[in-house]
């Protein structure tokens, strides 16, 4: 399949964790021929954060596809790195679907963390967001918006949400606005 003749959707698979503080580093110039190693085309990073456009020609299962990214990963480096895939068609709803007025924030304002699944309020009912304001959050599909005014280097709230017991089970991975809006974009048909 040659570029630009691409059918399939295109996908995005967030990895959690790498390249932060020195710890599992994984070079994008090394990531991509990993990634094109399973199959996959039109592979494209974002950052040095775990950001991957690519298409799977077949289409491909997104649990599958996450699982054969890490497996290369953990085969290529050395260690486990956990991976969501998502498609462009719901990187693109929830996009669409914020419930804060992102064209009035700034990126490092808004963030949104992806979920291995859905998520319900009840999981964050011990939460009360009045506690942390202006900072806020809201639930969505297999994803909770943070608006974190002074960023979320800072954010209180943040922190809380982030916390392992509010989050087992559960493989969860936070992008800023201006990186959820270029997963739209580089996962767009082209």
Not at 6 to 35: D, S
Not at 76 to 86: A, Q
Request: proline letters at 5%; one cysteine or more.
């Amino acid at each position: 399949m040659t570029q630009g003749t691409t059918t399939a959707e295109g996908c995005a698979a967030l990895l959690r964790g790498i390249n932060v503080g020195g710890n599992k580093k994984v070079p994008m110039a090394g990531l991509r021929p990993l990634i094109e190693g399973l199959g996959l085309t039109d592979v494209r990073t974002y950052l040095q954060s775990g950001n991957v456009a690519f298409t799977a020609p077949d289409g491909g299962d997104e649990e599958a596809l996450a699982a054969a990214i890490g497996t290369a990963i953990e085969g290529e480096f050395g260690f486990t790195v956990d991976v969501l895939v998502r498609r462009h068609t719901y990187l693109k709803a929830v996009m669409a679907d914020c419930p804060f007025p992102a064209a009035e924030l700034e990126a490092k304002q808004l963030h949104v963390t992806y979920f291995s699944q859905a998520v319900t309020a009840e999981r964050f009912a011990a939460v009360d967001p009045a506690a942390y304001a202006p900072e806020d959050f809201r639930i969505g599909d297999r994803a909770l918006y943070l608006y974190a005014p002074q960023g979320l280097g800072v954010s209180k709230l943040g922190a809380q949400l982030s916390r392992p017991a509010l989050n087992k089970g559960l493989i969860a991975t936070s992008r800023n606005w201006n990186t959820v809006t270029k997963l739209v974009e580089l996962t767009a048909p082209r």
